[in-house]
């Protein structure tokens, strides 16, 4: 015989035979019944149900509160004091109800609360002590209470304890309102710090390729590291590093590392790289390592210097030590006044003690281009010259020392005289070279070949010499010639202006000027520069062409003038041509002049009446050849092919002039302006000449 009891048969509600939890639903209906199977000797079996019991799930309140620190951890719970500390709890809703909290009691041991509230969803609920409740939350979620708390006058060391109790709102709870609380600590610190690794006072380092200066040539690959520390007294947040990349440097940012390992990416743009790391501990260290690329186009001789920041979090950027990249071995002596820089060979230059004029105490070998270190240095097509130093040099106790740089230039160049003030920095390993010309001529910037007039200063260099412009004796020469050596009133001269490069080398920009003499005027519309038309600006009786810089080792101008009737036979014309050159910094002038002797002519007591046929055609004035031009007393003259006429020997007096548009070519009209208008065919012209230049008479016509 045997005998089984099974219980939970059946169920009416959401539960089948299962006890009631602290999660199950409030309200929830737990139905139970037992059956009974039966078997006698025999073999017979009999099955027996019981009645069905019911009962229902009361309410009940729980919460749990979290963090509850059992003691301030130096090592995490540290802040900076003056700031604003926020500590973050959690409250878990362990009723099986829907519930809301209300914060009952705030114990703070340092420290001003400054707010506090629930944050869900991203929304905050401001609450107080006693005052205000959280949003519901339904059974097992999560909701968090942030309170923040001011620091001001906290002192170093103080340990600030903050205890939050909280209470349940729903009230009909079995169990009734439930409590917890939670517990952070502070510890009150002077702060984060960033400093270089060697410590509180080292500054932030930067190196390349393992050291401060790196010489490079164009296209090769540098390696940047920034190495820093927070040796301050609390964690840093959010340190920044923002390194400000030179022009001619391409970061690779794939090849970025922070300690030696990668994951982090960078932020590139605008010329700067910037890498955020979330936070670093008191006492830890930061490696950020990258490599670069110098741009294959940068110059020989020029100097790229770059300096990054590190920040964090209420902490202002500190800078970090310069990292100097010197593209090339050595300094380079150029033409100054060449479009390229076009380095200069055959100098020779000697690094020479400012003490006693001998060549300097060298080390025993050198680097390229003068592995010899020999002193004086002829230098080779590329233009380059180095010398390398004793460490330290054999000169004052501090380890500064003070040279003089000769240059012997190639024939048809200007020697250089140049003052060299070495400074080392404290470790020995670099320093600061200060270049101050000594022979008045203009010296290269910095890590470039722009001219300027003051002392450079090269920092953080290591064997480092700046590059060094020569000057030619002459940039350039001017020559101007008449086209007759004497002229009487009336007549035609034309004169031209040569100007020509001195050296292999482009005339630079310039401006060309022609003075006069009282006597002499300027044709209209006769000046050509290198064969274009090419207008000048008048002022008195000097006339000014600007000329643009360019490629060519020689210009022209040529311009036409007329003697004017008063010019007195027997008189001198002295023509004079400037050139006004400026190369940016320093300025060169070259002036020629060209004597014409006026003779006693036929219309030496009579004037001279120039003028201009012309078409506009797309906005350009053509001028129209074969048009015939009458006088009132029937004199009459025909254009040339630039459309130019003149009537000689003009008495003083009023004159009459006409277009006959009978004359005119094929296609071309006269225009039916009124009379004495630059349209109109007739025109009243005065027989007065201006004593600096002629004024034309313009007769504009319709073009096909």
């Not at 006693?130 to 906290?154: D, F, M």
């Not at 006492?283 to 990258?290: D, L, N, P």
């Amino acid at each position: 015989m045997w005998l089984r009891l099974a219980a939970c048969t059946a169920a009416v509600s959401a539960l089948l035979c299962a006890p009631a939890t602290g999660t199950t639903p409030a309200g929830t209906t737990l139905v139970a019944s037992a059956a009974i199977t039966y078997q006698d000797p025999r073999g017979t079996s009999y099955d027996l149900v019981s009645n069905a019991l019911s009962t229902v799930v009361a309410a009940v309140g729980a919460v749990v509160m979290a963090p509850k620190e059992p003691a301030p951890d130096p090592a995490a719970d540290g802040f900076a004091t003056g700031t604003n500390v926020v500590r973050t709890f959690t409250l878990q809703n362990a009723s099986n109800v829907p519930d809301a909290y209300a914060v009952t009691a705030v114990e703070l041991s340092a420290g001003t609360l400054a707010s506090l509230a629930f944050v869900a969803n991203g929304v905050e609920t401001p609450v107080a002590a006693g005052s205000g409740v959280s949003p519901k939350i339904a059974p097992g979620e999560t909701i968090a209470l942030r309170a923040t708390v001011q620091t001001n006058g906290v002192a170093v060391g103080t340990v600030m304890s903050l205890v939050v109790r909280v209470r349940t709102a729903t009230a009909g709870t079995a169990n009734g309102l439930q409590t917890d609380f939670g517990r952070s600590y502070g510890i009150a610190s002077s702060g984060p710090k960033l400093t270089g690794i060697a410590g509180p006072s080292a500054p932030i380092d930067k190196t390349v390729d393992g050291t401060r200066t790196s010489r490079r040539s164009p296209g090769a690959k540098v390696h940047y590291a920034i190495a820093f520390a927070n040796t301050g007294g609390a964690a840093a947040a959010n340190v920044i590093v923002d390194d400000a990349l030179p022009a001619g440097v391409r970061a690779d940012e794939a090849s970025l590392t922070v300690n030696a390992s990668a994951g982090i990416r960078p932020v590139i743009a605008g010329g700067h790289l910037v890498v955020t790391l979330p936070s670093l501990a008191v006492g830890a260290r930061a490696v950020v390592a990258f490599d670069a690329i110098v741009d294959g186009a940068v110059p020989l001789g020029t100097t790229l210097v770059n300096t990054a920041t590190a920040g964090a979090d209420g902490l202002r950027p500190v800078a970090t030590l310069p990292a100097t990249v010197f593209v090339g071995t050595a300094g380079i002596v150029y033409d100054a006044l060449s479009p390229s820089s076009t380095p200069m060979s055959g100098a020779v230059v000697t690094l020479a003690d400012a003490r006693t004029g001998s060549p300097a105490a060298l080390a025993a070998t050198g680097t390229a281009p003068n592995p010899g270190n020999t002193d004086p240095f002829t230098i080779a097509a590329d233009g380059a010259y180095g010398f390398t130093l004793p460490a330290p040099p054999a000169a004052n106790a501090d380890g500064s020392a003070a040279y003089t740089l000769l240059v012997r230039a190639p024939a048809g160049y200007q020697n250089r005289r140049i003052a060299l003030a070495y400074a080392p920095d404290a470790t020995g390993s670099v320093a600061s070279l200060t270049a101050t010309a000594l022979d008045g001529q203009p010296l290269a910037a910095e890590g470039t070949y722009a001219l300027v007039n003051r002392p450079i200063v090269l920092h953080d260099v290591a064997g480092v010499f700046p590059n060094v412009p020569l000057f030619p004796l002459r940039a350039f020469s001017v020559t101007l010639a008449a086209d007759r050596a004497f002229a009487s009133g009336g007549d035609r001269v034309v004169y031209t202006a040569t100007v020509q490069s001195a050296q292999a080398q482009r005339v630079p920009a310039a401006r060309i000027t022609a003075e006069l003499p009282a006597g002499l005027a300027l044709a209209p519309g006769s000046a050509r520069f290198d064969g274009a038309a090419l207008e000048p600006v008048r002022d008195g009786h000097a006339f000014a062409w600007s000329v643009p810089a360019g490629d060519a080792l020689m210009h022209t101008l040529r311009f036409a003038t007329v003697v004017l009737p008063s010019a007195e036979p027997g008189r001198t014309l002295t023509t004079s041509a400037t050139v006004h050159a400026t190369t940016g910094i320093t300025t060169l002038d070259a002036t020629a002049t060209t004597d014409v002797r006026v003779i006693a002519g036929v219309f030496s007591e009579r004037g001279i009446v120039t003028g201009r046929v012309y078409a506009n055609v797309g906005g350009r004035r053509v001028g129209v050849s074969g048009a015939r031009i009458y006088r009132e007393d029937g004199a009459a003259v025909v254009t040339d092919n630039a459309g130019r006429f003149s009537f000689l020997g003009m008495r003083p007096g009023m004159h009459v002039l006409r277009l006959d548009a009978v004359s005119l070519p094929a296609g071309y009209a006269a225009f039916a302006d009124a009379y004495d208008a630059r349209r109109s065919a007739t025109r009243l012209i005065h027989g007065v000449l201006d004593g600096g230049s002629l004024d034309d008479v313009e007769f504009e016509v319709r073009a096909p």
